[in-house]
Nanobody, 121 residues
Framework: QVQLVESGGGLVQPGGSLRLSCAAS????????MGWYRQAPGEERELVAR???????NYVDSVKGRFTISRDNAKNTVYLQMNSLKPEDTAAYYC???????????????WGQGIQVTVSS
């Protein structure tokens, strides 16, 4: 089985910073793309940032210049450094990994359970 476990969320004031981590574990043969999505109440889930195994990155326009995604391939871990946080960044953040599970012998999309980020004074 494969698990993705997020950590690092919480409450922060506007202008503050948080660093999210997501560790993938289990029967992982390889991971292609890892990413972070977010979903605010009443909104659809949106892609925040993604990173390939080679290090190529993409960001949603609203976080460019403020958020940085990175990964440690040896640890199957992806990070999201969030700076200059705004109230509109408040959401549940979900980790995603496109990987091959050698136990299930399948390639698929896996999700973490989600972690809350609240930006408020």
């Amino acid at each position: 089985q494969v698990q993705l476990v997020e950590s690092g969320g919480g409450l922060v004031q506007p202008g503050g910073s948080l660093r999210l981590s997501c560790a993938a574990s289990g029967s992982i043969f390889s991971i292609n793309v890892m990413g972070w999505y977010r979903q605010a109440p009443g909104e659809e889930r949106e892609l925040v940032a993604r990173i390939t195994s080679g290090g190529s990155t993409n960001y949603v326009d609203s976080v460019k210049g403020r958020f940085t995604i990175s990964r440690d391939n040896a640890k199957n871990t992806v990070y999201l450094q969030m700076n200059s946080l705004k109230p509109e960044d408040t959401a549940a953040y979900y980790c995603n990994a496109d990987l091959y599970d050698y136990s299930a012998q399948k390639h698929g999309d896996y999700w973490g359970q989600g972690i809350q980020v609240t930006v408020s004074s």
